[in-house]
């Protein structure tokens, strides 16, 4: 396993300070190797910048996407940094760009919409999207609730996991909300996989928190009606905790032996090897080779 740390260098500005310790509370309960320094004074003794560690590639990447996409400046020269950054701004960039110009200036009655940024603070992204598609709003309006669905979805995961952490819904339901989230149809036909995605990512740290929640990553590697590489994914998260510890999890990895089809397993992880990190192909590999083992 890799032990190189990823470090993401914050901007936080006066007036988004309290947001930025609600956004990194809910970071440290989801992710249990990650560490923040102490909010230290900017040059200009008005902002603040903090720095933000974190061991594994998915939860550097699901940390810069999500602080990003919320109005965080992340001041890291790193080449890595400035890849997910160019990556995620210009994709939704230029998806802004395509859908304002199809939309038809001449129809609609021109509604608006006066609570399009409570939407996107609610994390109701399921509404934005209603908004952006019905055509007696006006063109501005419109635009406006298309380019908030990416900080919506944000908002609705991060405020998943707050829900989770403050028992206010089980592990199990915020999983659920979350993978609902990953498969969505809406989401998917406007383009949003790197979203779902780490909607999904999410949704295995959440699996992570108790030895019985562990079980949905099992169903998850079996679910039909997700992209592979979630199964996978999830697979390998699997791998990783419950092979850690064979007397902890000896029930979780009995489940996974009657459950999962190793031989879909093997013929489905082939073609995913270069969108894997090495340690989810480790991982993948070793549960294989596990199951295989208990048959022989």
């Known amino acids: ?12 500005l006066e007036n988004d300070r309290s947001r930025f310790e609600y956004m990194l509370e809910q970071f440290q309960y989801l992710i249990r190797e990650i560490d923040a320094s102490p909010l230290e004074l900017d040059l200009n003794k008005k902002d603040f910048n903090s720095v933000i560690t974190v061991s594994k590639l998915s939860q550097f990447e699901l940390v810069v996407e999500i602080l990003n996409l919320n109005g965080f400046v992340i001041q890291n020269n790193d ?22 110009s199809s939309i038809d200036l001449k129809k609609g009655v021109n509604k608006t919409h006066a609570n399009l940024e409570k939407l996107i603070t609610e994390g109701n992204y399921s509404e934005l999207i209603k908004v952006s598609k019905d055509i007696t709003y006006s063109p501005d309006t419109i635009k406006n609730a298309r380019s908030g669905v990416s900080r919506a979805v944000t ?7 707050e829900k989770v952490s403050k028992y206010k819904i089980t592990v199990d339901e915020g999983i659920k909300v979350l993978l609902a989230l990953a498969t969505d149809n809406d989401l998917k036909y406007l383009k949003h996989d790197e979203l779902m995605m780490q909607a999904a990512n999410v949704a295995f740290e959440l699996c992570t928190k108790n030895n019985e929640a562990i079980s949905n990553l099992v169903k998850i590697s079996n679910q039909k009606n ?6 996978l994914k999830a697979a390998a998260k699997f791998s990783e905790i419950a092979l850690s510890d064979e007397t902890k999890y000896k029930s979780q990895i009995k489940q996974a032996t009657k459950e999962l089809n190793i031989r879909w397993l093997m013929n489905l992880v082939e073609p995913f090897r270069d969108r894997l990190s090495q340690d989810e192909n480790e991982n993948i590999d070793k549960l294989i080779e596990h199951i295989k083992g208990y048959f022989a």
């Open 1 to 12: 396993m890799s032990l190189f740390k990823h470090k993401i260098k914050v901007l936080v």
């Open 79 to 100: 080449k890595k940094i400035q890849e997910i950054l160019a990556k995620v701004n210009n994709k939704y960039l230029d998806e802004l760009a395509d859908y304002a």
């Open 155 to 161: 908002n609705c995961m991060i405020k998943t996991i």
């Open 226 to 231: 997700v992209d592979y590489l979630i199964n």
